[in-house]
């Protein structure tokens, strides 16, 4: 069945929220699809029917007003296809549900697909028990299971410190985090006024750092893990010591023996949908990478597409939070449903709040990019895409006969061709190939995205082609 | 108190709490191995937010379904290629 709507939002998590609560609000005819069995995103995970594990009491604020807000919610929903609309202006989503295939129309879209963990290739990465910091931070609060008994934690960024401080509390044996920045003083200190007024955020670090400083929990700066070991799973992990550009200092390693190894190395924007509604993007690596070109009211280069939050560029549930309502805002002026001075009125009283967190994602993304050096972990015979088993070896191959893109080395190796879509190799690819030939990373291109942006059968296809 | 569940991992009844992943009643009982890649690899939990495509195993007969995004139920058949080595 196809049906049409003024606002499809992409995405329940802050930002999706944010926006279809805004939207709503303002008379909008909003639906807000997603993946998920329950709204809220990673960043307001709420835990699955029947466990009784905490959420927040922001968390508790924005589902409160979202049941409040006349909002249709689609969850368990995931959006494969984007299409221009054939009879009307606007946009045609095929969805896949657990009732089946459907089509939305929608005459304005607000994409807020947020963003995944940033995997990182290093000899062992693909064992068993070797996880993201994802995955280890929704074991704990949404699941109340621990990844493991003794865990070494690496990666960059406070997440690292907020899922070794809930592993410690939850009973786990936390060996070391290891923070592939060097975090010198004189750095700290230049970005001191970003952290001015972010007193919520200096007050949960404190307490994350209160928690591993009294179980004793060595936390070491400009350290990476190098190696995974094992067999059936990883029992052994080396680390190394980095240089000024991220790569392992030789003769510095050290091994841990544990039985989980947590990865966090940042995030990449889940931009697929974007690319597919053939949005332009721009290559930004102190924002995660490829993610869309908006204008001031997050409209992207196609007219009446919206991207807000962390899928439009690393920014955080704050910001993400403050693009939704903007966006939100600019949708409904554009439906209709509200006057241009009074959206212009709630669009500027968003501007301090907006400066404030995108300088803190600016901070964030100086001080936490994973340098260079860090994808050049991997050997000839480590995986690069998972899904297909493609190795650097193979890639390095493929460069030898000529590809130069990631699209060309796919064409020829079937990297980024399996059941992730790319999502776990796209950005692993391109450093293979850059640092082969050379070229600049934003030369070596992205992916296209073609759908279905995730796996179906053939029987769901067909189904789908039946409506 | 979440409720208790059984379910039956490759063949073998285990008992589980409602509300848990198929991933998390795995994990907590210390089985880390989900699949074999073509290859002959183990592999497990990776990604943890339904995006990798690592987790997969089959359950109730249905193949490649991620543990990470199933929730258990109460005798749900999950096959795992753990002890299969090639």
Known sequence: MSRRVQLAVVGAGPAGLEAAITAAEAGVETVVIDGYTR??????????????????????????????????????????GAFSASHSEGWVLTLHGTAGPSQLEAAVLILATGAYDRPLAFPGWTLPGVMTAGAAQTLLKSQAVLSGRRVLLSGTGPLQAAVAAGLVEAGAEVVAVLEAASLPWWQLARYAPAMWGQWERLREGWGYWRTLRRAGVPYRTG?????????????EVSAAR?????????????????????????????????RLLGCEHDFRPEAGGWIPYR????????????????GA???????????????ACDAARRLGQLAA??????????????????????MFGALFTPAAGLYSLALDDTLICRCEEVSLGDIKAAVEAGAQTVNEVKGLTRAGMGNCQGRMCEALTARAIAAQTGAAIEMVGEMTARPPLFPLTVAELAEAAEL | MAQQLTVIVDGRPVTVVEGQTVAAALLAHHQRVF????????????CGIGLC??????????????????PVAEGMMIETAAAEVW
């Open chain 1, 39 to 80: 709204p809220g995103g990673q960043y307001f995970k709420q835990p699955l029917f029947g466990l009784h594990t905490e959420i927040s009491p922001e968390a508790k604020t924005v589902f409160a007003r979202l049941t409040a807000a006349n909002v249709e919610l689609l969850t368990d929903t995931v959006v494969w």
């Open chain 1, 223 to 235: 350290w990476s893990v190098v190696a995974a070991r094992g067999r059936e799973g990883v029992t």
């Open chain 1, 242 to 274: 980095l240089n000024q550009h991220g790569a392992s200092i030789a003769d510095t390693d050290e091994t841990f023996a544990v039985d989980t190894l947590v990865i966090g190395y940042g995030f990449l924007p889940a931009a697929q949908l974007s």
């Open chain 1, 295 to 310: 204008n001031e009211l997050m409209e992207t280069t196609q007219p009446g597409v919206y991207a807000v939050g962390d």
């Open chain 1, 313 to 327: 560029g690393i920014g955080g549930a704050a910001l993400a939070q403050v693009e939704g309502r903007i966006a």
């Open chain 1, 341 to 362: 001075e009074v959206a212009q009125t709630e669009i500027m009283a968003q501007q301090p709040a907006l400066n404030r967190e995108q300088h803190f994602a600016r």
């Open chain 2, 35 to 46: 699949r074999r890649t073509a290859a002959g690899q183990p592999r497990g939990l990776f």
């Open chain 2, 53 to 70: 495509f690592d987790c997969l195993l089959t359950v109730n007969g249905a193949p490649n379904v991620r543990a990470c995004q199933t």
